[in-house]
């Protein structure tokens, strides 16, 4: 497997000055397709991201900034690479970067990546973002989100567009870097490897704790596979969480500690012993309103036998993460798997730090595992 270096041009707004919140006129690399988009220096102030606000470790000097308009927007088109495996259906796509706002306010950024024909026809698209204040916990940030696909057959260039939409007040503070679309020639990223990561494997109920969660072996305790909606203060379908989640949540029941696990078969062997597979592990994880109650996400990779040859833990996502309100937030990791590994245990600890109800929450669970 193999993978393009970063088909964007000035993906990080770093050619070019950067400034204030105002519009910054044509910005190398990016064409002006609607308002006007600012580049922002991190040390601007006023509100502005900072150095050491959350967002890309490898982050230059500038950020891109929606200016002054309801919508701003920008766009370029690049030429994909390794057309051939792109029409034998071996070639995908990981288009990302990282999105965010202004404390409370609503205002954000995406970037839709079309795929186009030779003729300019569209054969499918992505998009990447946006973060919205929920996600970021009313905390002006930057979170990184992306999304990794098959290329559709037939296509030769792509065609980005960076859009920034503003919900109030007169200034358009979604916030974007380092933005990010590769091509890997290769096996496609494979499936989540997580079976029932949703807890929709089951009828949903109330808090109390589920006899058996298909797909999952307790190890510690009771979960709990809980509707959206359910009386008593649980989170509902418009609080924050998954975008696209189902009808059901898994929860900590009413133990104090809870663990629930499962173990799943790597595939791509060879490309894991000569190091050129990646993993990409995330999922939603939450709890109730001040309450300190948690989950923790966490995989081991492991060999034929012997000890984990590697661990990665997500969470939990604390009160103050959450903003004192009840809901899920996203959390995510990447990095190379373990050369020699052949299975990874995927672990879930519910932890209870007040009360009856252990009010850790967890949806849309994800494992997948695709091209270094």
Do not use: C
């Amino acid at each position: 497997m193999s993978t393009s270096a970063n088909l964007i041009v000035n993906p990080g707004a770093e050619t070019g000055p950067g400034g204030g919140g105002s519009p910054a006129g044509q910005i190398p690399g990016w064409q002006a397709a609607e308002g006007g988009v600012a580049v922002i220096r991190y040390d601007t102030g006023g509100g502005y991201p900072g150095p050491g606000d959350p967002g890309p470790p490898d982050r230059g000097v500038n950020f891109f900034g929606g200016g002054t308009s309801p919508k701003s927007r920008i766009t370029q088109e690049v030429t994909l690479p390794d057309q051939a495996e792109i029409d034998a259906g071996l070639a995908s796509y990981r288009l990302g970067g990282w999105f965010g706002g202004y404390a409370g306010q609503e205002d954000s950024a995406q970037l839709t990546a079309e795929f186009l024909g030779a003729s300019g026809q569209v054969l499918g698209s992505a998009t990447a973002g946006p973060v919205s204040a929920s996600d970021r916990g009313g905390v002006t940030k930057l979170l990184e989100r992306s999304v990794t696909a098959a290329i559709p057959a037939g296509a030769r260039k792509a065609r980005l567009s960076l859009l920034f939409t503003r919900k109030g007040g007169s200034s358009n503070d979604g916030y974007a870097d380092s933005l990010t679309l590769t091509v890997t020639v290769g096996a496609p990223p494979s499936g989540n490897l997580i079976v029932n990561p949703s807890a929709e494997g089951s009828a949903g109920g109330s808090g109390e704790p589920s006899a058996t969660i298909p797909g999952w072996i307790t190890v510690e305790g009771a979960a709990s596979v809980v509707r959206y909606g359910t009386s008593g203060g649980y989170p509902t379908a418009s609080d924050p969480g998954p975008s696209d989640r189902g009808a059901n949540f898994l929860a900590g029941g009413n133990s104090a500690r809870t663990r629930l696990a499962q173990t799943v078969t790597l595939p791509g062997v060879a490309d894991i012993d000569a190091g050129r597979a990646r993993f990409t592990f995330g999922g939603w994880l939450g709890g109730y309103l001040t309450q300190e109650d948690g989950v923790r996400l966490s995989v081991e990779f492991l060999p034929a036998s012997g000890p984990p040859l590697g661990l990665v833990v997500l969470g939990p996502v604390t009160s103050g993460d959450r903003g004192g309100r009840t809901g899920l937030f996203y959390r995510s990791a990447t990095g190379t798997v373990p050369p020699g590994s052949r299975t990874a245990r995927v672990l879930l600890l519910f932890g209870r730090a007040g009360g009856t109800s252990n009010d850790g929450y967890a949806d849309a669970l994800t494992l997948t595992i695709g091209a270094a």
